[in-house]
């Protein structure tokens, strides 16, 4: 079992930057890829983007590639979201989610939930003025 915590939501300004944090716990060490995650109201969950433990890849959805940033805290079960040039379309509840296994790019960047076992119970961010 992996347990997973997200922080670091919040209200910001268009334009401002959050940097959201999912710690994990558990059976860690089978954690084989992490994947961020957003829901906004009437809509679906959509991929944000993901991190591949094998080879520390990072992916990132269209939407916010140059803009977000997946990093994970070396010696720590911590993976990070920064958020740069935040705009109100990336207003969301923003979920961290883990895997068990491994998966090539292609399957990553599908962006598919049901590649992920297990999932955090998010965080709120909102940008507005």
């Known amino acids: 079992q992996v347990q997973l915590v997200e922080s670091g939501g919040g209200l910001v300004q268009p334009g401002g930057s959050l940097r959201l944090s999912c710690t994990a716990s558990?059976?860690?060490?089978?954690?084989?890829?992490m994947g961020w995650f957003r829901q906004a109201p009437g809509k679906e969950r959509e991929f944000v983007g993901a991190y591949r433990r094998s080879d520390r890849s990072t992916y990132y959805a269209d939407s916010v590639k140059g803009r977000f940033l997946i990093s994970k805290e070396n010696a720590k079960t911590t993976i990070n979201l920064q958020m740069n040039s935040l705009k109100p379309d990336d207003t969301a509840v923003y979920y961290c989610?883990?895997?068990?296994?491994?998966?090539?790019?292609?399957?990553?960047?599908?962006?598919?939930?049901?590649?992920?076992?297990?999932w955090g119970q998010g965080t709120q961010v909102t940008v507005s003025s």
């Open positions: 558990g059976s860690i060490f089978t954690t084989y890829t």
């Open positions: 989610a883990a895997s068990l296994k491994t998966y090539n790019s292609g399957s990553i960047v599908s962006g598919r939930p049901s590649l992920y076992d297990y």
